[in-house]
């Protein structure tokens, strides 16, 4: 397996993944809506032992997220692109942001979260998996 790199739109914060994930969750909840300016955040979910900063230092932002969750945010903080996220009460989990990725070409939306709040014009595919809002337990991490 070889890692798989990404980083922020500015290039300050560049890092790699040692895990190849295969499928992607779009979260449709307001703060993902948000934090970036669009539909939501489209992740994937990286054990953060698999998760190696290259470069730069993300910034972070400690909020609470809809679910009731207090939620960390790491963002650059040159550019504000979104990098990845994880739950208080599981930091060993990231939700990275699949659009940080240099090469998601293998990669599917298979699940929609959060879709009672998403816009009207935001596409959610019929055949993927859908929650109304947070799925029961974490995501089952990629291997």
């Known amino acids: 397996m070889s890692n798989l790199n990404g980083g922020c739109l500015c290039g ?3 890092y790699s993944i040692s895990t190849s994930p295969t499928e992607l969750r779009a979260c449709h909840c307001r703060d993902c809506q ?3 300016g669009a539909h939501g955040a ?3 979910i990286v054990p953060r032992d698999k998760l190696k900063l290259e470069k730069g230092t993300p910034k972070t932002f400690k ?3 809809a679910s009731g969750r207090t939620l960390f945010r790491y963002f650059c903080g040159d550019c504000g692109s979104p990098l990845w996220s994880h ?3 599981t930091p060993e989990m990231l939700a990275l942001r699949a659009g940080t990725l240099d090469d998601t070409d293998n990669m599917k939306i298979t699940a929609h979260i959060w879709t009672r709040s998403a ?3 935001s ?3 019929p055949k993927a998996t859908q929650h109304a809002g947070q799925p029961e337990g974490p995501p089952a991490p990629t291997k």
């Open 42 to 44: 489209v992740v994937t």
């Open 63 to 65: 909020g609470k997220a």
């Open 34 to 36: 948000k934090a970036s």
């Open 87 to 89: 739950r208080e009460n």
């Open 12 to 14: 300050a914060i560049r």
């Open 119 to 121: 816009r009207p014009w």
């Open 123 to 125: 596409y959610i595919d």
